[in-house]
């Protein structure tokens, strides 16, 4: 067993950074937290944290560190980590905007350090196995596409309608993971078309939103995302191709072929994809594995955001390649 890497966490006390702290601390994490970056007194106080990325990088520097903060805040906390030489997971959206996101592209490697979008549904295990399946030519030629992240979020109160901080509505935040999904299941998106649902929700961006886009093989995808709508679906992904089908179910998946449905996989387990996520950023950093998920990833995932706003405003399918920092 390899010696485990220093970790730090910013944006300690936050909801995503409680997931963070249970899996990179259970036993057979490659990392150990061993600093804690909190704004917020209370949490701070609470943790132990350090107020600051001063502090974080005036003491001896963590190998690596999460960045779990706001969405406007990832690129000035990852530009600075990277010139200290800490490789980088940041949660998503990456940036709220394509020029942030190229700063910190170029940071990452102008530093040599990695840069990693946290994008928990690739290290689902049924994610990566329709992913294989897929590319194998189980179902054939995919076509179709089908995807819902649905469901009811008051985010009234929240920093997440407030797009100075989140960079919008629910269409960057559950359409951050919905994009890089599709991304990988798919393949590479060429044009989008975006259209808002009814708000019923009091707040200034958009609940639902409903996004249609064709990739440079020429499949159709779809994808509902709401905060303000439960679709009551026991799946949240479907590829429907020549030969058959894949759906990802939340308890499980299966195949569609001649035969019928085949039965695989365990289901969406959020620690079990953290884990995965995590023990690969290691293999990442140590140079033992390519990543998974690239700079282009992260990058295509933020043009894809920036041409659906386009779509929403503009009312028109929209090419990701009309989107430029
Ligand atoms: N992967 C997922 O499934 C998932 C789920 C939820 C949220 N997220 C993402 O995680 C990030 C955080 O979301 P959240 O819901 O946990 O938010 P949150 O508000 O619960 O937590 C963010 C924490 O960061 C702290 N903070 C803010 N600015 C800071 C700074 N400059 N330095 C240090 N700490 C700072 C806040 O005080 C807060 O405690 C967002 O990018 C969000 O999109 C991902």
């Given at each position: 067993m390899p010696e485990s890497l220093d970790l730090a966490l910013i944006g300690a006390g936050g909801r995503i950074a409680g997931d963070w702290l249970a899996v990179a601390n259970?036993?057979?994490?490659?990392?150990?937290?061993t600093k804690l970056v909190e704004t917020e007194t209370v949490a701070r106080a609470r943790l132990g944290a350090l107020p600051d990325l001063d502090a974080l990088l005036e003491g001896?520097?963590?190998a690596a560190a999460i960045v779990a903060t706001p969405?406007?805040?990832?690129a000035d906390i990852a530009v600075r980590l990277a010139e200290a030489g800490v490789h980088i997971l940041c949660?998503?959206?990456?940036?709220?905007?394509l020029a942030d996101a190229e700063a910190m592209v170029h940071a990452a490697r102008a530093a040599g350090v990695r840069l990693m979008m946290a994008s928990k549904f690739r290290f689902v295990d049924d994610v990566a196995e329709a992913s294989k399946r897929i590319a194998e030519g189980a179902?054939?030629?995919?076509?179709f596409y089908d995807n819902a992240f649905c469901g009811h979020v008051d985010?009234?109160?929240?920093?997440?309608?407030?797009a100075r901080i989140s960079?919008?509505?629910?269409l960057i935040d559950n359409g951050a993971h919905a994009i890089d999904l599709a991304r990988f299941l798919m393949?590479?998106?060429?044009r989008v078309l975006a259209a808002t649902g009814?708000?019923?929700?009091?707040?200034?961006?958009?609940d639902s939103v409903r996004i249609l886009f064709e990739t440079c093989s020429g499949a159709l995808g779809r994808a509902d995302l709401s905060w303000?709508?439960?679709?009551?679906?026991?799946?949240y992904a479907a590829v429907h191709g020549s030969e058959g089908s894949i759906e990802l179910g939340w308890k499980g998946a299966r195949l569609r072929t001649r035969e019928g449905w085949l039965p695989f996989g365990g289901g969406y387990d959020k620690h079990r994809a953290f884990g995965n996520q995590l023990a690969h950023f290691a293999d990442v950093i140590r140079g033992a594995a390519d990543p998974r998920i690239g700079d282009d990833d992260a990058l295509a995932s933020v043009r894809f955001v920036d041409a659906a706003r386009r779509s929403l405003r503009e009312g028109r399918w929209c090419r990701l390649t009309e989107v430029h920092a």
């Open positions: 259970h036993a057979d994490s490659p990392f150990r937290i001896e520097r963590p969405p406007a805040t990832h949660e998503k959206p990456l940036a709220t905007t179902i054939g030629q995919p076509v985010m009234g109160t929240r920093w997440n309608s407030d960079g919008g509505g629910v393949g590479e998106v060429e009814p708000r019923l929700q009091p707040v200034e961006v958009e303000s709508v439960d679709i009551g679906s026991t799946s």
